[in-house]
T-cell receptor
Framework: EDQVTQSPEALRLQEGESSSLNCSYT??????LFWYRQDPGKGPEFLFT???AGEEKEKERLKATLTKKESFLHITAPKPEDSATYLC????????FGAGTRLAVHP | NAGVTQTPKFRVLKTGQSMTLLCAQD?????MYWYRQDPGMGLRLIHY???????AKGEVPDGYNVSRLKKQNFLLGLESAAPSQTSVYFC?????????????FGAGTRLSVL
């Protein structure tokens, strides 16, 4: 059965305290691993797509990496404005989403 | 630069009432999707469309119907609403084949069924 599992469910960080979010997946026919950011009351906003093991992508304080079974979203020196729910999804024509990690960054 | 627009933004229904949610995209995308999002759960696919005039079932299609009469619009219908359909509904669209093709989401419709 196709499945995407994210951990932790919630994460509280102090401003500047780096950490990583995990996404493990078992998705048949996976052709892409997607990361989205979702702010309260809004729709998901695209961050990254990763296609093959070993691939890495960066955007400001965020870096996404991919292995054959997992993806990590590394957050370096986070700021309060990085507070959001981060969603991971696998698939291609149809995406299977994880439940998300709620990140709170406090000053 | 509208992107994906969902109407209405909020709605309250009584059990048994019907309604239609509208999704409109101005990016000439081939693929369109309807998801529901419930607390503690990921986005779950209800129905999707790979082009004008086509529809297909997703993971949780029961109790919903869809239509894609025009390429830019994707309608989600609830014929007889139930409290279990209280949720936040998101529409998304995608250009089509190719590695650069990603799903873009609307702002959501918050539906309560009493």
């Amino acid at each position: 059965e196709d499945q995407v599992t994210q951990s932790p469910e919630a994460l509280r960080l102090q401003e500047g305290e780096s950490s990583s979010l995990n996404c493990s997946y078992t998705v048949s026919g996976l052709r892409g691993l997607f990361w989205y950011r979702q702010d309260p009351g809004k729709g998901p906003e695209f961050l990254f797509t990763l296609y093959s093991a070993g691939e890495e992508k960066e955007k400001e304080r965020l870096k996404a990496t991919l292995t054959k079974k997992e993806s990590f979203l590394h957050i370096t020196a986070p700021k309060p404005e990085d507070s959001a729910t981060y969603l991971c999804a696998g698939g291609y024509n149809k995406l299977i989403f994880g439940a998300g990690t709620r990140l709170a960054v406090h000053p | 630069n509208a992107g994906v627009t969902q109407t209405p933004k909020f709605r309250v229904l009584k059990t048994g009432q019907s309604m239609t949610l509208l999704c409109a995209q101005d990016m000439n995308h081939e693929y369109m999707y309807w998801y529901r999002q419930d607390p503690g759960m990921g986005l779950r696919l209800i129905h999707y469309s790979v082009g004008e005039g086509t529809t297909a079932k997703g993971e949780v299609p029961d109790g919903y119907n869809v239509s894609r009469l025009k390429k830019q619009n994707f309608l989600l219908g609830l014929e007889s609403a139930a409290p279990s359909q209280t949720s936040v509904y998101f529409c998304a669209s995608r250009a089509g084949q190719g590695r650069g093709s990603i799903q873009y989401f609307g702002a959501g419709t918050r539906l309560s069924v009493l």
